[in-house]
Protein backbone atom coordinates (compact mmCIF):
# COMPACT_ATOMS: atom_id res chain seq x y z
CA UNK A 1 0.00 0.00 0.00
CA UNK A 2 1.24 3.61 -0.88
CA UNK A 3 -0.43 4.72 2.63
CA UNK A 4 1.09 3.11 6.27
CA UNK A 5 -1.94 0.84 7.32
CA UNK A 6 -2.12 -1.62 9.93
CA UNK A 7 -2.96 -5.01 10.03
CA UNK A 8 -7.19 -5.75 8.60
CA UNK A 9 -9.57 -7.70 9.94
CA UNK A 10 -11.32 -8.99 6.84
CA UNK A 11 -10.77 -9.31 3.42
CA UNK A 12 -9.78 -5.39 2.83
CA UNK A 13 -8.27 -3.13 4.54
CA UNK A 14 -10.76 0.02 6.09
CA UNK A 15 -9.11 2.93 5.29
CA UNK A 16 -12.10 5.05 6.94
CA UNK A 17 -10.56 3.63 10.14
CA UNK A 18 -7.73 5.95 10.24
CA UNK A 19 -7.87 8.25 7.27
CA UNK A 20 -10.43 10.80 6.45
CA UNK A 21 -13.61 8.68 7.83
CA UNK A 22 -16.21 11.46 6.65
CA UNK A 23 -15.03 11.20 3.25
CA UNK A 24 -14.25 7.40 3.11
CA UNK A 25 -17.46 6.74 5.01
CA UNK A 26 -19.22 8.73 2.12
CA UNK A 27 -17.56 6.96 -0.62
CA UNK A 28 -18.55 3.74 0.61
CA UNK A 29 -21.87 4.17 1.20
CA UNK A 30 -22.36 5.30 -2.37
CA UNK A 31 -20.24 2.34 -3.66
CA UNK A 32 -22.92 -0.26 -1.55
CA UNK A 33 -25.74 2.08 -3.01
CA UNK A 34 -24.55 1.09 -6.72
CA UNK A 35 -24.67 -2.93 -5.67
CA UNK A 36 -27.71 -2.51 -3.96
CA UNK A 37 -30.50 0.14 -5.89
CA UNK A 38 -29.14 -0.21 -9.49
CA UNK A 39 -32.00 -1.38 -11.62
CA UNK A 40 -29.81 -2.58 -14.02
CA UNK A 41 -29.95 -6.38 -15.25
CA UNK A 42 -26.42 -8.05 -13.37
CA UNK A 43 -25.04 -8.92 -16.84
CA UNK A 44 -25.22 -5.50 -17.94
CA UNK A 45 -23.97 -3.89 -14.72
CA UNK A 46 -21.30 -6.39 -14.77
CA UNK A 47 -20.06 -5.43 -18.23
CA UNK A 48 -20.02 -1.83 -17.51
CA UNK A 49 -17.92 -2.10 -14.09
CA UNK A 50 -15.37 -5.26 -15.46
CA UNK A 51 -14.90 -3.15 -18.49
CA UNK A 52 -14.28 0.03 -15.88
CA UNK A 53 -11.71 -2.02 -13.83
CA UNK A 54 -9.61 -3.08 -16.84
CA UNK A 55 -9.13 0.81 -17.43
CA UNK A 56 -8.39 1.21 -13.55
CA UNK A 57 -6.13 -1.57 -13.05
CA UNK A 58 -7.12 -2.58 -9.53
CA UNK A 59 -6.80 -5.81 -8.66
CA UNK A 60 -9.77 -6.27 -6.27
CA UNK A 61 -12.15 -4.55 -8.74
CA UNK A 62 -10.90 -7.57 -11.58
CA UNK A 63 -11.87 -10.00 -9.73
CA UNK A 64 -14.78 -9.09 -7.45
CA UNK A 65 -17.87 -10.58 -8.98
CA UNK A 66 -21.25 -8.65 -7.84
CA UNK A 67 -23.23 -12.23 -7.85
CA UNK A 68 -20.96 -14.02 -5.68
CA UNK A 69 -19.02 -11.26 -3.56
CA UNK A 70 -21.88 -8.51 -2.31
CA UNK A 71 -21.86 -10.12 0.51
CA UNK A 72 -18.28 -8.44 1.53
CA UNK A 73 -20.86 -5.02 1.19
CA UNK A 74 -23.11 -6.34 3.44
CA UNK A 75 -25.79 -7.11 0.49
CA UNK A 76 -27.43 -10.38 1.96
CA UNK A 77 -28.89 -13.49 -0.88
CA UNK A 78 -31.74 -11.71 -2.88
CA UNK A 79 -30.81 -8.43 -2.29
CA UNK A 80 -29.28 -5.66 -4.82
CA UNK A 81 -28.46 -6.24 -8.58
CA UNK A 82 -30.62 -9.03 -9.70
CA UNK A 83 -30.80 -11.25 -13.20
CA UNK A 84 -28.48 -14.05 -14.71
CA UNK A 85 -25.18 -14.37 -12.68
CA UNK A 86 -22.00 -13.75 -15.58
CA UNK A 87 -19.64 -17.01 -16.23
CA UNK A 88 -16.26 -16.32 -16.08
CA UNK A 89 -15.91 -16.82 -19.57
CA UNK A 90 -17.96 -12.94 -19.48
CA UNK A 91 -15.68 -11.87 -17.58
CA UNK A 92 -12.60 -12.71 -18.84
CA UNK A 93 -13.83 -11.37 -23.06
CA UNK A 94 -14.31 -8.03 -21.02
CA UNK A 95 -11.30 -7.99 -19.27
CA UNK A 96 -9.46 -8.75 -22.83
CA UNK A 97 -12.02 -5.89 -24.51
CA UNK A 98 -13.92 -8.60 -26.67
CA UNK A 99 -17.43 -7.79 -26.05
CA UNK A 100 -18.63 -10.08 -29.28
CA UNK A 101 -20.20 -12.43 -26.88
CA UNK A 102 -22.39 -9.68 -25.22
CA UNK A 103 -25.95 -9.14 -25.80
CA UNK A 104 -26.74 -5.24 -27.24
CA UNK A 105 -27.31 -3.81 -23.79
CA UNK A 106 -24.62 -5.58 -22.07
CA UNK A 107 -22.33 -4.64 -25.07
CA UNK A 108 -23.35 -0.66 -25.04
CA UNK A 109 -22.97 -0.79 -21.43
CA UNK A 110 -19.13 -1.96 -21.59
CA UNK A 111 -18.20 0.72 -24.57
CA UNK A 112 -20.22 3.68 -22.77
CA UNK A 113 -18.55 2.78 -19.32
CA UNK A 114 -15.03 2.58 -21.70
CA UNK A 115 -16.03 5.95 -23.21
CA UNK A 116 -17.15 7.59 -19.61
CA UNK A 117 -13.34 6.34 -18.49
CA UNK A 118 -11.14 7.07 -21.02
CA UNK A 119 -13.01 9.95 -22.78
CA UNK A 120 -15.79 11.41 -21.29
CA UNK A 121 -15.85 14.89 -23.51
CA UNK A 122 -16.13 12.96 -26.64
CA UNK A 123 -18.58 10.54 -25.03
CA UNK A 124 -21.27 13.74 -24.48
CA UNK A 125 -21.01 14.82 -27.64
CA UNK A 126 -20.83 11.13 -29.44
CA UNK A 127 -24.45 11.21 -30.70
CA UNK A 128 -24.35 7.81 -32.98
CA UNK A 129 -23.57 6.76 -29.06
CA UNK A 130 -26.28 8.53 -27.40
CA UNK A 131 -28.73 7.48 -30.29
CA UNK A 132 -27.70 3.66 -29.67
CA UNK A 133 -28.16 4.00 -25.88
CA UNK A 134 -31.72 5.58 -25.74
CA UNK A 135 -32.82 2.80 -28.37
CA UNK A 136 -32.13 0.33 -25.79
CA UNK A 137 -32.02 1.91 -22.44
CA UNK A 138 -34.59 4.06 -20.67
CA UNK A 139 -33.63 7.71 -19.01
CA UNK A 140 -33.91 6.04 -15.87
CA UNK A 141 -31.75 3.17 -16.95
CA UNK A 142 -29.09 5.64 -18.25
CA UNK A 143 -29.05 7.88 -15.59
CA UNK A 144 -28.49 4.49 -13.38
CA UNK A 145 -25.64 3.53 -15.45
CA UNK A 146 -23.84 6.70 -15.47
CA UNK A 147 -23.52 7.37 -11.52
CA UNK A 148 -22.72 3.06 -11.04
CA UNK A 149 -19.65 4.32 -13.99
CA UNK A 150 -18.73 7.57 -11.76
CA UNK A 151 -18.47 5.40 -8.63
CA UNK A 152 -16.49 2.21 -10.54
CA UNK A 153 -14.13 4.99 -11.99
CA UNK A 154 -13.41 7.36 -9.02
CA UNK A 155 -13.44 4.89 -5.81
CA UNK A 156 -11.08 1.91 -8.56
CA UNK A 157 -8.99 4.46 -9.31
CA UNK A 158 -8.60 5.71 -5.86
CA UNK A 159 -8.13 2.12 -4.53
CA UNK A 160 -5.51 0.75 -7.28
CA UNK A 161 -3.44 4.31 -6.86
CA UNK A 162 -3.17 4.20 -3.02
CA UNK A 163 -2.01 0.00 -3.14
CA UNK A 164 -4.88 -0.94 -1.56
CA UNK A 165 -5.85 -3.40 -3.88
CA UNK A 166 -2.59 -5.20 -3.30
CA UNK A 167 -3.45 -5.86 0.24
CA UNK A 168 -6.97 -7.45 -0.54
CA UNK A 169 -7.90 -10.97 -0.36
CA UNK A 170 -10.76 -11.97 -1.68
CA UNK A 171 -12.24 -15.58 -1.35
CA UNK A 172 -13.38 -17.53 -4.48
CA UNK A 173 -16.40 -16.33 -5.92
CA UNK A 174 -17.87 -20.12 -5.68
CA UNK A 175 -17.24 -19.70 -1.74
CA UNK A 176 -18.81 -16.61 -1.12
CA UNK A 177 -22.09 -17.63 -2.83
CA UNK A 178 -22.11 -20.82 -0.61
Known amino acids: MRVAFDDQAGPMPNLAERYAPELLGAAGAFSVA ?3 HSILPMRVFEAARIAIAAINGCTVCKAFRTGGHSFLLGIGEGEGVRGSRPDEAFYAAVLAGDLDGLDEQERLAAEYARAMSLDPQGLADDE ?7 AVFSDEEIVDLTYCCAGWIGFGRATHVLGVDAACALPEPAAAAA
Open 128 to 134: TMWSQMK
Open 34 to 36: TYR
